[in-house]
Structures are given as C-alpha cells and as structure tokens.
C-alpha cells in the first residue's frame, strides 16, 4: 500500500517578525540619517522633512513589486509618484543596499540596472545614469562607503571602488579604483599619497573641486 508523506511546509513569517524588520531598518536609515547630517535635530525632524529617506523607503516597495511580474506597471506608477513628491527618480528596477542617504535629494536620478552597495552617500543632482540603448546592464555599481557629490554624472556600468569620492560635478564614464578621489570633467582619477594615512580624503588635496 502507498503511504503518502506529509509535505514539508515553508514557514512564513509572522506579521510581528515582518513589522519589527521593518522598524529596525527605518530606525536604521533615520540613524545614519542623524550621523551624516549635522543639521539635523531630531529623529521626527528626519521623519517629516527629509524627501532623501522618503526616497528611498517608497523605492523598497516599489522594487518589492517590480520583482512581480505583475506589478511592473504599479511599481512604475509608484516610483512616478515618488518622483513627484520627492524630487527623486528611481527605477523600480534598481538594487539599493543599507543605509542609503540622499542629502536634499532633489533632482537625483538613479537608473534600472544602478547597483548600490551599503552606506553610500548621494547629494543632490547626482545622476546614475545610462550610455546605451540596449537592454543590458548599462547603469553603474557603486560600492559599499562611496560618496558622490552635488550635480555627480556616472554614466554607464562603469564601477565605483568601495570607499570612493566622487567630486561635484564630476562625470565619470570609467571605473574607479577603491578610495580614490575623482573629480572634472572628464572625471580624472586621483589616489591619497602612499605615505599618508587618511582619515578624511578632501583633507588631502588643495583642490575646490573635490568638496560636495
């Protein structure tokens, strides 16, 4: 005679493990928030009044949706909405790590196949954006640490090394190296002196053009 086995069952989680998650990483982003934003004063303040962290928190469930094929056409709805709102353009399609903060946020646009890794750091007018019409990976990775200053262009699935600066203004259509500074147009690479130890890289070069 068969004997039918139990199936194995999946175990969910809980409405209260999927709720304290997600307090832990809100708690997460207004933290880092809080740490990178001196003008900060309060954690309501970063709450109400910072377009960067509503940026990013409406680009989670967007993303979540795109993974659906299904709800493609909602998530870009969504991230439309978020544009409007915030300032802010990010594909649904695009993979953001921990802890990303948007200072000011406005004008920041952040292409589909964009990859970013934890505790990166954007200002405004930063643009992760395309060079090819080709549907293939054609938006940048940008590395764990890296900050990218006001009006940045990165163009292309170029590679941004963890701990990086790039410069205002700067438009960088080739990889940069970890912990280099890159600054101009086009973006020209610099590294810190082999013979120094840095602690805060635009302590290192005289050059206007590196400050955010």
């Known amino acids: 005679m068969h004997v039918r086995r139990p199936t194995a069952t999946i ?31 309060s954690r309501l303040e970063l709450l109400l009044c910072y377009p960067g962290l509503h940026a990013v928190w ?12 299904g709800l493609k056409l909602s998530a870009r709805l969504l ?7 915030t300032g802010v353009e990010i594909h649904p399609g695009a993979q953001i790590g921990r802890r990303l903060f948007i200072d000011h946020a406005m004008g920041v646009v952040i292409g589909e ?12 007018g930063v643009t992760l954006g395309g060079r090819s019409m080709e549907r293939v990976k054609r938006h940048p990775t940008i590395e764990d640490g890296v900050t990218i200053g ?16 790039i410069g205002a203004n700067a438009v960088v259509v080739k990889d940069v190296p970890a912990g280099a500074v890159v600054v101009g147009v086009p973006g020209q690479v610099r590294q ?18 590196i400050f955010i």
Not at 27 to 40: C, G, I, K, N, V
Not at 58 to 69: E, G, I, T
Not at 192 to 209: G, I, K, M, Q
């Open 79 to 85: 991230s439309q909405l978020n544009r409007s709102i």
């Open 58 to 69: 409406m680009h989670r469930v967007a993303h979540r949706m795109w993974q659906r094929p």
């Open 11 to 41: 175990p969910t989680p809980s409405l209260a493990t999927g709720l304290a998650a997600v307090r832990e990483r809100l708690t997460e982003d207004l933290d880092t928030a809080a740490r990178r934003d001196p003008a900060s004063r």
């Open 192 to 209: 810190p002196p082999s013979d120094v130890r840095v602690e805060d890289p635009y302590d290192v070069w005289a050059d206007p053009a």
């Open 150 to 165: 006001a009006g940045a262009r990165v163009l292309g699935p170029v590679v941004v090394g963890a701990g990086a600066q």
């Open 113 to 124: 196949t964009a990859e970013i890794g934890d505790d990166v750091m954007l200002y405004h």
